[in-house]
């Protein structure tokens, strides 16, 4: 209950001691109290507990209430404490009356004081704010009348909770202890208060637990709060007897394993760890050819290993360190094939066509044999996607009798991952040619190093520049990986390097490097590596006999010609496992026992055609012309259109996927044209605005060898005559109208025959190029040579009579 009248109670206080009751008769509490702030949890009545306060304000106000105010003080929870200022602070408005017994300095600006929680109290009015806060106050008084059946009920419950606690929470015992001469069952306000003194619920809880003047209902949110309490010391007892179990059982092993060692010791069954370890790698080492310096290097790492304790960090640092070091196949080397009649046939064998290619790698395996060593030669396979590049690499391995090792280092953007990581940190591992050699146990294998031109770097250092002790010749016979820290001979290693293009190659890399260009394959080469490996390959991943499927030629013919018309074989041979699974679906539904694939059942498998033909116009129009481009996927054709647009002055706009050197090369066609056609007296230009776009998707990588094709487009617009029919170029214009070399003359010829295209200008410079290529690809085309535009222009103008 609150008392409602001004005239506050007498609160006789009574304190129990050892059985006899002294009663303090008419304890008359201050009307106006100082308030102090409780940032922690709230203060409860009827127990003495230590309070600490710090702060110079705080402890003036303590003093003042010592010496006038006969120590009663007001305890309040804060809802936000105000931490410069504590007067500002955001106080509960209901806390407890604590009367100082001691107070003692324990710190410069620190006092810890003794005191009991006498009453509850709530806040009438505030009267004072600075420089101290001071409250006017009601008082509530517990009722003296006997508890009734439900209140009795409640205690008893809260009494057998209190019970299991204490069985559980040996700390929680001692406290009760301390208090345990102050319960008394006949007054539960008293012992509810004491009790919830010991919770360690939430301070939020708490509060309103001080706050709950109602008996019942507070004795009925104390047991909630007793229960909560006793299940986390039953889940915190679980927990306990976990850890001490397994601890315990840890220990036991651990004991009876130091007992079982220093018996097989005593018994001279076994040795110490440390010796016993050291002994296995001595072993391993003994088997090796190690050089001086390694040699040196592994005694040092040998010896701290003996003195260091197995239980140690750094003894499991060095055993794999010098575990490294012993996987390593030191001076291991396999015997070269020096029958180069054998590594031919192998070559042939696993390969159709790239004649070329392989009388290069034949020539270089002669000299290795010759030799006897490889002597720095590093090879750079170039060339489109699907052409052979890892297997040849794979096959060059099979004809010199060397294990072979392939990774990627495209995306690779961590040096550390080619020359390994330092032995300071943390799980550092050796390099990817040192784990290379460790897999595959020779020192002279072939490694092969793929997607060399999509290597990266980041701020993690520069892969490309960590590869260029690796390949360089005059380093890589003494290379010293981060890791190893001890220089290993990679001299006798063949390297072998795979990219589509060079331009993405950094030049220091590229000039260490033998350079083989892979052109890509007609359609010829495809049908027949269609027959001799890919069919024969898909047929047995799919459980068919040879004799169970086939294909006609004319089909693999269809195939190539309509639905993988790429430089590669890789789209061609999924084009074939589509056929082979739909047949098996047939098979499996028909029961048929064999059938053959006809070139007009491939439309049934494989939907319609992909490519019908490169003509998009049906008749020649001017201002449309057809290019040669040389691409990252191999050679490709491409359409340049220009069109006119009437406009009272002159404009040039560019559209199409235009890397930044076309869009010049553009630039220079439009200024060329039109210094040209001004000659003429044609003014096209002086009225128009002329649009020049590129349809095809498949445009050069930003290269200047469009340029003839696209100065052609707009003479062609401006002169409103229509280019001849059949016919392609490529070549790179300057502004005084020069045609310049250009790269790729293989793999543009090999486009042109694959859409049908006969007739090529390409420019002078590039007609040793054109010659030295193969018969079968010059077969059936014709070739022109032009030194300067207006060359271009009569070939490409010139009547179909005066042409044949």
């Known amino acids: 209950m609150l008392e409602d009248k001004p005239k506050l109670p007498q609160n006789a206080l009574e304190i129990k001691t050892g059985g006899s009751e002294i009663q303090i008769l008419e304890n008359i509490l201050p009307l106006h109290l100082t308030i102090l702030p409780l940032t922690q949890r709230p203060v409860f ?87 101290e806060v001071r409250w006017e106050v009601d008082y509530f008084q517990h009722p003296k009348d006997r508890p009734d059946q439900e209140l009795k009920a409640y205690m008893m419950a809260i009494s057998s909770e209190i019970k299991d606690l204490l069985k ?20 539960p306000g008293t012992t509810m208060d004491v009790i919830s003194n010991l919770l360690s619920a939430d301070p939020e809880l708490l509060q309103t637990l001080l706050e709950t003047f109602d008996l019942h209902d507070r004795a009925k949110m104390l047991l909630k709060l007793v229960k909560e309490e006793l299940e ?122 790239l004649d070329e290619v392989k009388n290069l790698i034949l020539e270089f395996l002669s000299s290795v044999i010759k030799r006897g060593k490889i002597a720095g030669s590093i090879i750079c396979l170039v060339g489109p996607p699907g052409v052979g590049k890892t297997s040849i690499g794979r096959s060059v391995a099979h004809a010199l009798d060397r294990e072979f090792f392939r990774f990627s280092v495209g995306g690779m953007r961590d040096e550390a991952e080619i020359k390994g990581h330092r032995r300071t940190y943390i799980g ?161 539904e028909e029961e048929e026992v064999n059938f053959t694939i006809e070139a007009a059942d491939v439309s049934n498998y494989l939907g319609q055609p992909v ?3 490169e003509k998009l116009y049906e008749k020649a129009i001017p201002g449309v012309v057809l290019g040669l481009a040389y691409t990252s996927m191999g050679g490709a054709t491409l359409y340049i259109e220009a069109q006119g647009i ?32 001004a000659t003429e007296e044609i003014d096209f230009f002086d009225n128009h605005i002329v649009h020049l776009h590129v349809p095809a998707g498949a445009t050069p990588q930003g290269g200047p060898s469009a340029g003839i094709t696209m100065a052609l487009a707009l003479h062609s617009l401006a002169t409103d005559q229509a280019v001849r029919d059949g016919i392609a170029m490529t070549g790179e214009l300057t502004l005084t109208g020069k045609v310049l070399p250009i790269g790729g003359v293989k793999e543009k010829t090999i486009a042109a025959r694959r859409v049908g295209i006969k007739e090529l200008i390409f420019p002078e410079d590039n007609r040793r190029d054109f010659d030295e290529l193969p018969d079968y690809i010059k077969e059936g085309i014709k070739p022109h040579f032009a030194r300067y535009f207006e060359d271009v222009l009569k070939i490409a103008y010139e009547s179909e009579e005066n042409h044949h």
């Open 45 to 131: 009545p009827g127990i003495t507990i230590p309070m600490t306060f710090s702060g110079p304000e705080k402890i003036k106000a303590l003093k003042r209430v010592m010496e006038e105010e006969d120590g009663y003080l007001g305890l309040v929870f804060t809802r936000d404490y105000h931490e410069e200022d504590y007067t500002e602070s955001e106080f509960y408005e209901t806390g407890t009356v604590y009367q100082i017994l001691r107070m003692n300095p324990i710190a410069p600006g620190v006092v810890q004081v003794l005191g009991q929680g006498v009453n509850r109290f709530r806040k009438k009015s505030v009267v004072t704010i600075k420089p």
């Open 168 to 187: 559980l929470n040996p700390l929680f015992k001692e406290q009760v202890n301390m208090v345990v001469a102050q319960l008394n069952y006949d007054d």
């Open 232 to 353: 986390i010391a039953k889940i915190q007892q679980k927990i306990s007897q976990q850890i001490d179990e397994k601890v315990s059982s840890q220990q036991k092993e651990f004991f009876l394993r130091e007992q079982l060692k220093a018996i097989k010791k005593e018994l001279g069954i076994e040795k110490d760890e440390n010796e016993s370890e050291a002994e296995k790698i001595e072993r391993k080492l003994a088997e090796l050819d190690l050089p001086e310096e390694a040699l040196k290097v592994v005694q040092q790492e040998l010896e701290k290993l003996k003195t260091l304790n197995a239980q140690s960090p750094e003894f499991n640092v060095t055993r794999t360190y010098l575990e490294n070091i012993a996987d390593l196949p030191w001076g291991k080397y396999s015997e070269d094939n020096a029958d180069i009649k054998k590594a031919r046939q192998i070559l042939d064998q696993e390969h159709y066509g």
């Open 428 to 588: 550092a591992m050796p390099g990817k040619i040192i784990q290379a050699l460790k897999r595959v146990g020779t020192s002279n294998p072939v490694i092969m190093l793929d997607e060399i031109d999509k290597i990266g770097s980041s701020f993690r250092g520069d892969p490309a520049s960590a590869l260029l002790e690796v390949l360089d010749p005059e380093q890589n016979g003494t290379y010293l990986d981060h890791y190893l820290d001890i220089p290993y001979d990679l001299s006798n290693i063949l390297f072998i390097t795979t990219a589509n293009q060079l331009d993405t190659i950094p030049g220091p890399l590229l000039d260490r490097m033998e350079v083989i260009r892979l052109a890509g394959y007609i359609m010829e080469e495809k049908v027949e590596i269609a027959q001799q490996y890919l069919v024969p390959k898909q047929l047995r991943e799919h459980g068919f006999e040879d004799d169970e499927l086939s294909f006609t030629k004319e089909a693999l013919e269809l195939v190539v010609d309509k639905y993988a018309r790429e430089a590669g074989v890789r789209n061609l041979e999924k084009q074939i496992r589509k056929i082979i699974r739909k047949a098996t679906l047939r098979l499996a």
């Open 611 to 613: 490519f019908r033909t």
């Open 646 to 677: 009437k406009n009272a002055g002159a404009g040039f706009k560019q559209t199409g996927q235009l890397g930044s050197v076309m869009k010049e090369s553009s630039e220079i066609a439009y200024s060329y044209i039109r210094s040209m056609i």
